[in-house]
Structure formats: C-alpha cells, structure tokens
C-alpha cells in the first residue's frame, strides 16, 4: 500500500504563489510518473501537472501552463507543483497521484492512469 499526504495549500489572495508538496511512502517512488490533479466545487477532477521518474516534466494543462512548476526529489521521495500568478479559478482541492506502471508514461493526464492518490490539500484564491 502506497500513502501520498499533500501538504503546502491555503488560503492566498490572486497573483499570489503556493508550493503544495506530496510525500511518498513508496518504497520504489523514483520508478513511477506522479501526477498532481485538482477538483473544484460542483466539477470533475482534473489534470494539472506530471513529471517522469527522473524528475522531466512531462505535461501540464493549458490553464496552468508557464505558471506552475512540477518537479520531484527522489531522495526525500517527494513530488512539489510550485504555481506562480495564481488565480480565483484555480481554487480547487489539490491530489497528487502515482502512475499505474513503472517507466511508463502512458496517458498520463487522465485519472485512470493513476492508482494510488492523496487525501488532497485546498488552495483557496481570493479575488
């Protein structure tokens, strides 16, 4: 059993910065894509950000696109999405997510790639 604990959300006026951070129990962390999605109020979860097991970002999603910042170190078994410039839209309950395969980057921004996921951490914008 792999626990993912998100932590680093709050509440931040717009334009502000946040960094969230994921904290791995697994064991082989530096094999697996991680992910990081968010589910605002009333809407599905999305994809946000991934980053392969050697710490290249792989893809974000056009609305967070060159203001957020996924990397990882895999000594501390941690995985971070750094977002810059923030927005009232992007409130939302924020879950990092380990890939289903090793070294594999399949279809990495939908949820059904994904199997193991944290409880998520809010990022609330104010306008």
């Known amino acids: 059993q792999v626990h993912l604990v998100e932590s680093g959300g709050g509440l931040v006026q717009a334009g502000a910065s946040l960094r969230l951070s994921c904290a791995s129990s697994?064991?082989?962390?530096?094999?697996?894509?991680m992910g990081w999605f968010r589910q605002a109020p009333g809407k599905e979860r999305e994809f946000v950000a991934a980053?392969?097991?050697?710490?290249?970002?792989?893809e974000y999603a056009d609305s967070v696109k060159g203001r957020c910042t996924i990397s990882r170190d895999n000594a501390k078994n941690t995985v971070s999405l750094l977002m810059n410039s923030l927005k009232p839209e992007d409130t939302a309950l924020y879950y990092c997510?380990?890939?289903?395969?090793?070294?594999?980057?399949?279809?990495?921004?939908?949820?059904?790639?994904?199997?193991?996921w944290g409880q998520g951490s809010q990022v609330t914008v104010s306008s």
């Open positions: 997510a380990r890939h289903k395969y090793a070294r594999d980057t399949s279809i990495i921004a939908s949820r059904d790639s994904y199997d193991y």
């Open positions: 697994d064991r082989t962390f530096n094999a697996y894509v």
């Open positions: 980053i392969s097991w050697i710490g290249n970002a792989l």
